[in-house]
T-cell receptor
Framework: DSGVTQTPKHLITATGQRVTLRCSPR?????VYWYQQSLDQGLQFLIQ???????AKGNILERFSAQQFPDLHSELNLSSLELGDSALYFC?????????????FGPGTRLTVL | KNQVEQSPQSLIILEGKNCTLQ??????????LRWYKQDTGRGPVSLTI?????NTKSNRRYTATLDADTKQSSLHITASQLSDSASYIC???????????FGTGTRLQVFP
């Protein structure tokens, strides 16, 4: 158990819909990262927040957005869902934003778009 | 373009045997290289983190090596156990950038 929690564990929805994925970082971690892992693909970095502020953006679609709240939990919002958005979405957290900071991953949310 | 390539794509070994997984990367410059273990349907777990100046790092039965000149890394697993069955992912952290670049992993299956 990494100490990072993600809810829900599974999510099934239809094309065109909007969903929100939630992540609570490890106690004491200020930085949160979101990743997407499609079937048989490597993890793709989406976005990073540190202490409530966006710090880095990766291959995140405009239909996707995220935020980190004052209590440091984070939410990833996915809208106008397409079949290709079906994937595992992982959240990770680290103490700070240093390049050598170890990232601890949550168990993931499996999103299925029908 | 694939900046982190891993081989083999999959590997089957018998319990108790050793194995070596390979990682070639083109990311340059980079600040560190990591190996993660990912059980099916679960989040990756860090095994080792090496900076560009380190050549080897061990974590129990896992030993990672790094050759920054040839841009190659390997993960050696000693005396494999059934619980080693998982995907092993090589991850490179580009210099001055927060994002991690993940390989697609090697899927290892250990049979009794």
């Amino acid at each position: 158990d990494s100490g990072v929690t993600q809810t829900p564990k599974h999510l099934i929805t239809a094309t065109g819909q909007r969903v929100t994925l939630r992540c609570s970082p490890r106690s004491g971690d200020l930085s949160v990262y979101w990743y997407q892992q499609s079937l048989d693909q490597g993890l793709q970095f989406l976005i990073q927040y540190y202490n409530g502020e966006e710090r880095a953006k990766g291959n995140i679609l405009e239909r996707f957005s995220a935020q980190q709240f004052p209590d440091l939990h984070s939410e990833l919002n996915l809208s106008s869902l397409e079949l290709g958005d079906s994937a595992l979405y992982f959240c990770a957290s680290s103490v700070a934003v240093g390049l050598h900071n170890e990232q601890f991953f949550g168990p993931g949310t499996r999103l299925t778009v029908l | 373009k694939n900046q982190v390539e891993q081989s083999p794509q999959s590997l089957i070994i018998l319990e108790g045997k050793n194995c070596t997984l390979q990682c070639n990367y083109t990311v340059s410059p980079f600040s560190n290289l990591r190996w993660y273990k990912q059980d099916t349907g679960r989040g990756p777990v860090s095994l080792t983190i090496m900076t560009f100046s380190e050549n080897t790092k061990s974590n129990r039965r896992y030993t990672a090596t790094l050759d920054a000149d040839t841009k190659q890394s390997s993960l050696h697993i000693t005396a494999s156990q059934l619980s080693d069955s998982a995907s092993y992912i090589c991850v490179v952290s580009p210099n001055q950038r927060v994002e991690l670049i993940f390989g697609t992993g090697t899927r290892l299956q250990v049979f009794p």
